[in-house]
């Protein structure tokens, strides 16, 4: 009898009792108690077999219903589409290269894809299809894209559209990066990096040519009294430094701003997570701060999924109409596709409710994270904000061995070793994210992770 499911629900959990039935049910069809054409037991009647408020069981079958899993008939119930499939292993990459099938990632730099909309986003990709195709791409991005950007930064940063600055589209963050270096730098030129950081946007400048001057980061992120002489540029995460998670205080980003109008620098200032802050006010942008001195990056990779591949930059004119240039030589720019998909999205107030979403999805799968590692004596450090968090271990050989133990019980780290960009290594231990798994996956996951870091 369906109304006789195996379905227990252990009110002791972080895990919400929705999340909690969700899961239930799709194990029940994983094996096999539940086939495709199954009826469901109606959310009045499942409620009050487990004594849960009817939000409860609608929350949960909205979820499944999202993920494509069950399908309503008017009239006559809601029905079982076809069974889930058994979770398969996933290869973990570091650096670009296989280290062997893991089960459950706990690698930070992933979207919540849990709380994306799936009917919004089927309704986004189906209007970008609407469209007439394109006979030749806006080499700056397309308008509609670049109106709801600026409409969206105005929102949820804080920045607002002026005459001393342009937006552009992108393919991304690391695509920004090297059209940055392509178009306003040489090879042989040198620009400074927070240490540890973003390797890749280290890679992107390396490959064209530009040499990287690692910068030690403290408590407060980059330290700005350490940043070399005769550089160009300085990169950096001052909203949220990835990876250790601190944010730039005020009096270090005015530090920051100074020297770079001292010695004519340019600050490429990378705010890959910035609508992800729930635990207070993000400070001001730099770029809202100083926007002659200042380009800044954002991408949509973090905030909704890579699926869509666009990112934006805005600069001065001077740099843009740059970067405009390279492109018509070049023959790049970022694809349309992604482009339609966000303005679809921000149009139809979709974006904005995703984001709202975001913003009560993330804190409690922080909370259950930071209870969990704490559990075991360990230390987390980051702000309350963003997708992942940071455990400090005591040397290299304690973060080998910590993310070998996992990685033998299924479950993929990421050592900050491979994030330092020089010789010298100045942190050791573990950057955990917590928005790739879904809540039952997350709930296996970090009590593994939790006891293999706390191993002496």
């Known amino acids: 009898m369906l109304d006789e499911l195996p379905i227990t629900l252990d009110r002791a959990r972080s895990e919400p009792l929705s999340v909690q039935v969700a899961a239930s049910l799709r194990d029940a069809a994983s094996n096999g108690l539940l086939r495709g054409g199954d009826r469901l037991p109606s959310s009045r009647s499942l409620a009050d077999r487990l004594g849960v408020s009817r939000t409860v069981i609608a929350a949960a079958y909205d979820q499944l219903h999202a993920e494509g899993w069950i399908s309503g008939k008017r009239g006559s119930g809601t029905y079982l589409t076809t069974a889930p499939p058994t979770t398969p292993a996933r290869a973990i990459v570091h650096n670009g290269v296989g280290i062997g099938p893991t089960l459950l990632d706990l690698e930070p730099g992933a979207p919540c894809t849990d709380a994306i909309d799936r009917p919004a986003w089927r309704r986004a990709w189906r209007a970008a299809a609407d469209g007439s195709p394109l006979v030749r791409k806006d080499r700056a991005g397309e308008a509609e894209f670049r109106t709801a950007i600026i409409e969206h930064l105005l929102r949820h940063r804080g920045l607002?559209?002026?005459?001393?600055?342009?937006?552009?589209a992108t393919a991304g963050t690391s695509s920004a990066v090297s059209e940055l270096a392509a178009a306003l730098l040489r090879p042989g030129d040198s620009v400074a990096m927070e240490d540890p950081g973003y390797q890749r946007a280290a890679g992107a400048f390396r490959a064209a040519g530009v040499h990287v001057h690692p910068v030690p980061v403290d408590a407060a992120g980059l330290r700005v009294d350490l940043l070399p002489p005769n550089i160009r540029a300085v990169y950096c995460t001052p909203g949220h430094q990835f990876p250790l998670g601190p944010r730039l205080p005020a009096a270090r980003r005015v530090e920051l701003v100074d020297h770079a109008r001292r010695a004519d620098l340019l600050i490429i200032e990378d705010d890959y997570d910035g609508e992800l802050r729930y635990d207070a006010a993000p400070l001001p942008l730099l770029a809202a701060m100083a926007p002659d001195v200042v380009v800044?990056?954002?991408?949509?990779?973090?905030?909704?999924?890579?699926?869509l591949g666009v990112g934006w930059l805005v600069a001065a004119p001077e740099i843009t109409d740059a970067i405009v240039a390279y492109r018509q030589r070049t023959g790049t720019s970022p694809s349309p596709a992604g482009q339609q998909v966000f303005v679809a999205l921000a149009a139809h107030g979709d974006l904005a409710r995703h984001l709202r979403r975001l913003r009560r999805e993330l804190p409690p799968r922080r909370a259950f994270v930071v209870t969990e590692l704490r559990r075991r004596g360990l230390d987390v450090l980051g702000d309350d904000a963003g997708s992942h968090v940071v455990v400090p271990l005591p040397s290299a050989d304690a973060e080998e061995r910590a993310v070998a133990a996992t990685q033998a019980q299924g479950v993929g780290l990421d050592p900050l070793m491979r994030h330092h960009l020089g010789p010298e290594r100045h942190h050791f231990g573990v950057a955990l994210g917590y928005t790739a798994l879904s809540w039952p996956d997350l709930a296996e996951a970090v009590p593994i992770a939790a006891a293999c870091l706390a191993r002496p």
Not at 296 to 307: A, D, E, M, R
């Open 160 to 168: 607002g559209a002026g005459a001393e600055t342009t937006l552009l």
């Open 296 to 307: 800044h990056l954002g991408t949509t990779s973090k905030i909704l999924s890579p699926s």
